[in-house]
């Protein structure tokens, strides 16, 4: 059985940082791509960041130069460091197993606030 766990969100002021977790069990965590989505009211789920089983990294624009994906093959885990939050980051993070696959973690809340 596939589980995805995210942690680590919470609330934050602008320019803060937050770092996210994801631990994964129930698959070959080191021969999938995974990735970090963010869903906020009202709108689709949109890619954040995504990182493959070599290590090559994928984010939004909207990203760029302040979030960094990174993986530990051996504790199963994706974590997601962000730095120079805004409050347009505010929404929820999911994590992801990338594929012909619908497994996603619960969510983690993050908000960006003064």
């Known amino acids: 059985q596939v589980q995805l766990v995210e942690s680590g969100g919470g609330l934050v002021q602008p320019g803060g940082s937050l770092r996210l977790s994801c631990s994964a069990s129930?698959?070959?965590?080191?021969?999938?791509?995974m990735g970090w989505y963010r869903q906020t009211p009202g709108n689709q789920r949109e890619m954040v960041a995504t990182i493959s089983p070599a290590y090559f990294t994928n984010y939004a624009d909207s990203v760029k130069g302040r979030f960094t994906i990174s993986r530990n093959n051996a504790e199963s885990t994706v974590s997601l460091q962000m730095n120079n939050l805004k409050p347009d980051d505010t929404a929820i993070y999911y994590c992801?197993?990338?594929?012909?696959?619908?497994?996603w973690g619960q969510g983690t809340q993050v908000t960006v606030s003064s």
């Open positions: 992801r197993r990338i594929g012909p696959y619908n497994d």
């Open positions: 129930g698959f070959p965590f080191s021969f999938n791509a």
